[in-house]
């Protein structure tokens, strides 16, 4: 008897040291699908969803509170990456969270208006716009989204979109164009 419970404490042990390995070897953080999702979504931060940011959207999309058409600054791509992410149907966008754009735009500050107030600052949820209280501000091109947001809040409409300078960086070979007629020989 003495024996039996020796075997069996002693295997008590040995399973509970295995499962304590197992649990910190194969930990996983938090959820891969909600990284994968938040992975997709174009990281503007925006707040256009309803969520505070493309984490949240993320989250609320893998609990199934959000629709995956929430989402303008990622528009069509977005949603049919999503959907065939999640194995669900495409939908168009809601136009309840703003408009697609057909091409991304950033904003800049013309200074010679700026008052400084810092409202812009304070409305950018990316902090693209540098500047300090009672002195003129400007739109850092690399870091802004172009989600608009510091727009509304500006007193003296010192602030304007501009369409992105395309590049080497960003340029793209167009498509071919379908002839109807064949070439002659």
């Known amino acids: 008897m003495l024996e039996a419970i020796i075997v069996l404490t002693l295997l008590a042990v040995v399973f509970g040291l295995l499962l304590g390995f197992a649990a910190v070897r194969f930990k996983v953080e938090g959820d891969p699908v909600v990284d994968q999702i938040d992975s997709l979504l174009p990281q503007t ?3 256009q969803c309803t969520y505070a940011g493309c984490r949240p ?3 609320a999309i893998a ?7 929430q989402c303008p600054p990622g528009g069509e791509t977005v949603i049919v990456a999503l959907a065939d992410l999640l194995g669900v149907d495409a939908k168009p966008l809601n136009e309840e969270h703003g408009e697609a ?3 991304k735009t950033v904003v800049i500050i013309d200074e010679q208006i700026c008052i400084g107030c810092t409202l812009c600052i304070q ?3 990316v902090d693209a716009i540098l500047g300090a209280a009672k002195q003129m501000h400007t739109v850092i091109k690399d870091e802004c989204t172009g989600c608009n947001l510091c727009i509304p809040p500006c007193p003296v409409d010192c602030i304007y979109i501009k369409p992105v300078e395309t590049g080497l ?3 793209k070979w167009p ?4 002839n109807e007629k064949e070439p002659q020989s």
Do not use: D, R, S, V
């Open 169 to 171: 960086k960003e340029w």
């Open 101 to 103: 754009k057909e091409e």
């Open 57 to 59: 959207y993320a989250e």
């Open 63 to 69: 609990n199934g509170e959000a629709e995956i058409n």
């Open 123 to 125: 409305a950018c949820p």
């Open 175 to 178: 498509l071919p164009t379908h």
């Open 45 to 47: 931060q925006c707040g």
